[in-house]
C-alpha cells in the first residue's frame, strides 16, 4: 500500500505562533483527510482535503484556525493557526487510494506541543 | 450519523491469554467496519477490515472480529497475545472508503 510522510513529526511552539504540517504520499490518492488526536482521546476528523477546491471542514473546526492546502493529487498541507496549548495534540494525515475501493491508510502523525 | 462505542478503556492481560476488544456501532445505513492499531508514538495501521460477506474476518499478526448486525457489534479477538500487541486499538466505521468514525480507543496492556 501507499506511505504517507509527515513533517515535522514532533515540534514544541510558543502561543500565538502558527504551524504548519505537510503529508506527502508516494502515490496519487483520491482524498486526503487530516485527523486530530488530542491526549488521551480518540480522533477526531478535522477536514477533507479536495485538490482543486477548499477544504470540506467538520463541525467545530473553521478555516481560519486550520487553513489547509491540496495543490496536488500526493501533496496536503495544515496549518494550525493562531496556537493555544488547547492546541497541543496529534495531528495525523490520512489518504484513501485513487481508485476510492481500498481503506484508508494514515501517516506517523505530528506531535504538537504548544507552551 | 454514525457513532462507535467501545466501553473498555483499558484491558490488562497476560501474555498468552486470550483477549476480546469490544465494539459497538449505530448507524441508520450499511456501513464498513474497520479496527486500527496505534503503537506507541506511531501512526495507525489497519488490522482488519469488514466490508460485507463473511462475518468473521481475518487480519494481520493473528488478530479476528467478528460482524454481529443484529447486535450491532464487530468485537476483536486474538486466542493468545504477546508483549509486542500493546497498544492502543480503535474500532472505526465508515459509508464507504471515505471519512472514519472512530471509537474512544481500547488500551491493550499486555504483561509477562
Known amino acids: 500500500s501507499a506511505v504517507i510522510s509527515q513533517k515535522p513529526s514532533r515540534d514544541i511552539c510558543q502561543r500565538g505562533t502558527s504551524l504548519t504540517i505537510q503529508c506527502q504520499v508516494d502515490s496519487q490518492v483520491t482524498m486526503m483527510f487530516w485527523y486530530r488526536q488530542q491526549p488521551g482521546q480518540s480522533l477526531t476528523l478535522i477536514a477533507t482535503a479536495n485538490q482543486g477546491s477548499e477544504a470540506t471542514y467538520e463541525s467545530g473546526f473553521v478555516i481560519d484556525k486550520f487553513p489547509i492546502s491540496r495543490p496536488n493529487l500526493t501533496f496536503s498541507t495544515l496549518t494550525v493557526s493562531n496556537m493555544s496549548p488547547e492546541d497541543s495534540s496529534i495531528y495525523l494525515c490520512?489518504?484513501?487510494?485513487?481508485?476510492?475501493?481500498?481503506?484508508?491508510?494514515f501517516g506517523q502523525g505530528t506531535r504538537l506541543t504548544v507552551v | 450519523a454514525q457513532s462507535v462505542t467501545q466501553l473498555d478503556s483499558q484491558v490488562p492481560v497476560f501474555e498468552e491469554a486470550p483477549v476480546e476488544l469490544r465494539c459497538n456501532y449505530s448507524?441508520?445505513?450499511?456501513?464498513?467496519l474497520f479496527w486500527y492499531v496505534q503503537y506507541p508514538n506511531q501512526g495507525l495501521q489497519l488490522l482488519l477490515k469488514?466490508?460485507?460477506?463473511?462475518?468473521l474476518v481475518k487480519g494481520i499478526n493473528g488478530f479476528e472480529a467478528e460482524f454481529n448486525k443484529s447486535q450491532t457489534s464487530f468485537h476483536l479477538r486474538k486466542p493468545s497475545v504477546h508483549i509486542s500487541d500493546t497498544a492502543e486499538y480503535f474500532c472505526a466505521v465508515s459509508r464507504g472508503f471515505q471519512k472514519l468514525v472512530f471509537g474512544t480507543g481500547t488500551r491493550l496492556l499486555v504483561s509477562p
Open positions: 490520512s489518504a484513501i487510494s485513487l481508485d476510492g475501493n481500498t481503506e484508508a491508510f
Open positions: 448507524s441508520s445505513v450499511s456501513v464498513y
Open positions: 469488514y466490508l460485507s460477506g463473511s462475518t
